[in-house]
């Protein structure tokens, strides 16, 4: 329960608000209702799917460790973050420059996206969510760093990393190039999409 309340902690810690200038079509005033209302929306849809994931990955790793969690993964993750896109009406997605799952592979402007939040982390930059006007919608991007637990399946292979583990990882997820990471490194970000 405190490590689930501490990732809780964490997440908000790491979603904090921006702001964005207004398009010469609409008022001020509009545009920062409109803009903060998406920002608040994929804050709040991003913590419902990161505590629903957490806590289903937590519960299959107290059941069976990094095999059961990679297996877990592998099988429910995806269908979970199905039903919580039709819930909030939304694509979700976890996307990084090293995906585990090839099907996570991040689209041209959310690569765009992450080589900024690269760029602002080696810089040691505060990385903050934003938004994105799309041609139809809006997308909400957030930062994902790597919290100390998740080294057991993305760290150093040999160190945080179980070999023996890796290599069920490896027999899930042959393209795999989600590892050597360490607890705070930037491992990615939250993409949603609202659409119009």
Known sequence: MRFFVLLQCMF??????TQDKPSKSEKPSE????HRDYMEDGKKIAYNTFTTLSSNLQKAMKEGGVPNAAKYCNLAASSLVDSL???HHVDIKRTSLKVRNQNNKPTQRELDQLN????QFDAKEKLEPSLQQLEKGMAFYAPIHLMDLCQKCHGKVGETLK???YAIIQDLYPDDEAIDFVAGDLRGM???????
């Open 116 to 119: 900024a939040y690269q760029k």
């Open 85 to 87: 896109e039709q819930i």
């Open 190 to 196: 939250w993409s949603i999409t609202f659409k119009q």
């Open 163 to 165: 070999s023996e583990d």
């Open 31 to 34: 545009k920062k209702t409109a």
């Open 12 to 17: 908000f810690c790491l979603v904090s608000c």
